[in-house]
């Protein structure tokens, strides 16, 4: 892959966007090796965690200029075409049965607000700024928009969808777009804690839990909700690494999958 990197170290995967000359800037290209990327390392037995990161000074600053160029030209049915792969990597990373962390080491503008979003974790460095710029350009973050709105709240996305005002780390974690605002220095140093804790745990459980964070959020408190929990909890405790989990607590031995 030329604009992304894949490695994997033991049950840890890392995805690297390495276009640092443009800020890491989506296009085509980097749209189809993050789906691939995500896909792959998705469908692995051995990878337990994965981590988004990125060269260079910045994140992610959006879509790349030389794509918008050729987006100005587009007619309605190629746009379409164009905003469902888009739409489709943004699904692909959400949806990725591992856990996923992003580890943001500068800025994120516009779509890489959505790369932010769509993983399960993020840390930010205390320097890093945020914006949803798209307004200024005569356009609207409606892709991404379903993943920015749930990590930060509708109130929040109602100022900086309108405002494309630019916002600090520290603003970030406040309305809940990431988790933990660290110093450069402590960045690795947190993103490797968290793998680690994320790489203890039941793998099967892990995947389980993502789908049930996914589908209680939006979901009406009704009967229906509470049965399908009731069926979800019955079905890990009966599973074979549910049975280990417990077992191993009970006899204070560690489960065999970190043996």
Not at 3 to 21: C, E, F, K, S
Not at 125 to 137: N, Y
Not at 192 to 203: E, F, I, M, N
Request: include cysteine.
């Amino acid at each position: 892959m030329a604009n992304v990197t894949i490695t994997v170290d033991g049950p840890r995967a890392t995805v690297t966007l390495t276009r640092p000359d443009v800020r890491n800037a989506f296009n085509d290209d980097v749209i189809a090796e993050l789906t691939t990327a995500f896909q792959t390392l998705g469908a692995r037995a051995d990878v337990r965690a994965i981590v988004l990161a990125a060269e260079g000074p910045a994140f992610c600053a959006g879509a790349d200029l030389n794509w918008m160029r050729r987006m100005a030209d587009y007619s309605r049915e190629e746009n379409l075409a164009d905003a469902r792969r888009l739409a489709a990597m943004l699904r692909t990373i959400h949806d990725c049965p591992k856990p996923t962390v992003a580890r943001v080491q500068g800025d994120a503008y516009a779509g890489g607000v959505g790369l932010v979003a769509v993983c399960d974790i993020a840390l930010a460095v205390e320097t890093a700024g945020f914006c949803l710029s798209e307004v200024k350009l005569g356009l609207i973050p409606a892709t991404i928009g379903p993943y920015v709105v749930r990590a930060m709240g509708v109130r929040a996305a109602q100022r900086y969808f309108l405002t494309a005002e630019r916002f600090d780390a520290a603003e970030a974690r406040r309305i809940g777009l990431v988790h933990e605002v660290v110093s450069p220095d402590a960045l690795d140093a947190r993103v490797d804690a968290l793998v680690r804790s994320l790489c203890s745990a039941g793998p099967c459980a892990l995947a389980a839990a993502k789908r049930l964070v996914h589908e209680v959020a939006e979901a009406p408190l009704d009967d229906a909700l509470v049965a399908r929990t009731v069926e979800a909890i019955a079905d890990i405790r009966a599973s074979a690494e549910g049975r280990e989990g417990v077992q191993s607590f009970l006899h204070k031995r560690k489960p065999q999958w970190l043996v």
